[in-house]
């Protein structure tokens, strides 16, 4: 038996927090948690936890700022953002922050395992490809990482696959619902607006010209299309 997978859940409210708690136990998963910003990232040190379940609003640092603080200390650790906001923006601010996911409250248990265990899977899942060109941009899949003109940037884990599975069509146009199946691999979220949204921090990542983009090319109304 593989030994379990530990989840770090930072969150102030306690009924939250053991609902969480319970429903994660029962699917073989060990917890821990914490209600403050600062504990949750001493736990995060001391555990490395396979995944970190992020309130958005906590008493002493908001979770921008814990999810920050989180990525310095270990650029791979999967964070989701539990936010009880669902204004697009600070879903991107939370994306920005580096966080791989988010769930709006109230969410589902069910979701929230879903999106837990698909992150899993693609983390499991072996890189065919270590690093390959955008342009003249070196996107490294294993560093979650891409250089360009001299300048290293980090890449969240959405952003490297969301890169990689259009490598992997080089030249196609991919429609959007694809990239949703393919890279996110649920129906229900997130949305079409996403995906833009990761498009724009890739580009300006990945361009020279991040408002011209020569290689990560929109398709209109349908998709994307990588091209080097
Ligand atoms: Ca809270």
Redesign the pocket.
Same mark, same amino acid.
Request: glycine share 0%.
């Given at each position: 038996m593989e030994p379990k997978k530990t989840i770090l859940v930072i %969150? &102030? %409210?306690p009924h939250i927090i053991l609902g969480l708690k319970d429903a994660l136990e029962f699917e073989g998963f060990r917890v821990v948690s914490a209600s403050r910003g600062k504990d949750g990232i001493a736990q995060a040190r001391a555990e490395r936890p396979h995944v970190v379940l992020l &309130?958005l609003?906590?008493p002493d640092l908001n979770g921008y700022q814990v999810c920050e603080e989180l990525r310095r200390l270990d650029a791979f650790m999967p964070i989701i953002m539990l936010t009880a906001r669902s204004q697009e923006s600070d879903k991107i601010r939370g994306l920005d922050a580096g966080a791989d996911d988010y769930v709006t409250k109230p969410f589902s248990v069910g979701e929230l395992i879903a999106r837990i265990r698909a992150l899993f899977r693609r983390i499991s899942r072996p890189s065919e490809t270590l690093t390959f060109k955008v342009g003249d941009a070196t996107v490294n899949v294993t560093a979650h990482t891409v250089e360009r003109a001299g300048t290293t940037d980090s890449l969240s884990f959405y952003e490297v696959e969301l890169l990689r599975f259009l490598h992997e069509r080089l030249g196609q146009p991919v429609s959007r619902d694809e990239i949703l199946n393919k890279v996110w691999g649920l129906e229900a979220s997130p949305t079409n607006r996403t995906i833009d949204n990761y498009v724009v921090k890739l580009r300006r990542k990945v361009e020279a010209q991040p408002d011209r983009p020569e290689h990560i090319l929109t398709v209109y109304g349908y998709g994307y299309k990588l091209v080097p």
């Open positions: %969150e &102030d %409210e &309130d609003m906590l």
